[in-house]
């Protein structure tokens, strides 16, 4: 069992920059493979990026690959997600999500742990 909570978010400016932290409690973070995801209203849950256990396998979703950064400190049983460039079309909650699957993956029905949530809104 692994308790995650979100931090970081937050109303920001077109093309800023805002980093979220997801900490975890209960178990260690480096047993899970770890994924942010965003749901905006009226749409479904989408994946943002996924990181591998130890860090080197990464995936993102194309509507963020070259602006967002995911990464973890296993020390410190925390994982990031730096977004930069920020767009109106990134509002969203955020949330961040373990799984125990050998390999990454886009499905959020596939991880069993989530937190709570942090909204992150962008203006024009």
């Known amino acids: 069992q692994v308790q995650l909570v979100e931090a970081g978010g937050g109303l920001v400016q077109a093309g800023g920059s805002l980093r979220l932290s997801c900490a975890a409690s209960?178990?260690?973070?480096?047993?899970?493979?770890m994924g942010w995801f965003r749901q905006a209203p009226g749409k479904e849950r989408e994946v943002v990026a996924a990181?591998?256990?130890?860090?080197?396998?990464?995936l993102y979703a194309d509507s963020v690959k070259g602006r967002f950064t995911i990464s973890r400190d296993n020390a410190k049983n925390t994982v990031y997600l730096q977004m930069n460039s920020l767009k109106p079309e990134d509002t969203a909650v955020y949330y961040c999500a373990a799984q125990t699957l050998v390999t990454l993956t886009t499905v959020p029905g596939n991880y069993m742990y989530w937190g709570q949530g942090t909204q992150v809104t962008v203006s024009s």
């Open positions: 990181i591998s256990r130890g860090g080197l396998n990464i």
């Open positions: 209960g178990r260690t973070l480096s047993s899970y493979t």
